[in-house]
């Protein structure tokens, strides 16, 4: 009895579901057009529809008067693309902590310092409430309950911004507008105020 020998693809073979038919290149960002269900980077299907309302494809009209509400970002194709070409989510990554770090305008005196982190990352963060009185000792603040160290703890996607952090933190923990909520990073200990 042979054993069956699973069918092994080249990914040549598979370039033209990869690959964008504008700019050629591997699929980043990956938009759909709902109409037709062509899919494309979302720089380029944004750029082409800014001037024209017709699939680049096939030639089928996206939408008659704002084609950009037909189209929808694709993140399962998007998947499959990252995990088919090695390295290609590093290196966007790395193309895009470049281009934000070249094209940030910096306070004077202010230095930043990136991480490399993948968007997909699951990190751990650590919550504590503090008030500090007239001396500078800590006070157990009333948002703290019954926990004796006022410490908690939270697990999110590395590609949840501070700013959204802070939101989520004021819902669900029902904080004070007159409270600041401060994200200080033990790496860097330069805090942010939101």
């Known amino acids: 009895m042979d054993k069956m020998q699973p069918n092994r693809i080249k990914i040549t073979d ?8 504008l700019c050629a290149g591997y699929l980043i960002d990956a938009t759909t057009i709902v109409e037709c269900l062509h899919s494309f980077c979302k720089t380029c299907i944004v750029a082409f529809l800014e001037t024209n309302k ?23 194709l998007q998947d499959i693309v990252y995990k088919l070409v090695p390295g290609l989510f590093k290196d966007e990554m790395k193309r895009r902590r470049d281009f934000y770090a070249e094209n940030r305008v910096l306070e004077p005196g202010e230095v930043v310092e990136t991480f490399n982190i993948a968007e997909d990352e699951i990190i751990s963060l650590s919550i504590q409430f503090y008030e500090r009185n007239k001396n500078n000792e800590r006070q157990h603040s009333e948002l703290e309950g019954d926990k004796a160290n006022g410490k908690r703890f939270l697990q ?8 959204h952090l802070a939101k989520f933190l004021r819902s669900k923990m029902d904080i004070p507008n007159n409270y600041r909520v401060m994200t200080l990073c033990t790496h860097t200990q330069q805090p942010m105020l939101y």
């Open 156 to 163: 999110c996607p590395a590609a949840m911004s501070v700013m």
């Open 14 to 21: 598979l370039n033209s579901h990869l690959t964008c038919p």
């Open 54 to 76: 017709f699939c680049p494809r096939c030639d089928v009209q996206v939408h008659k008067t704002c084609p950009q509400l037909s189209i929808r970002a694709d993140k399962t």
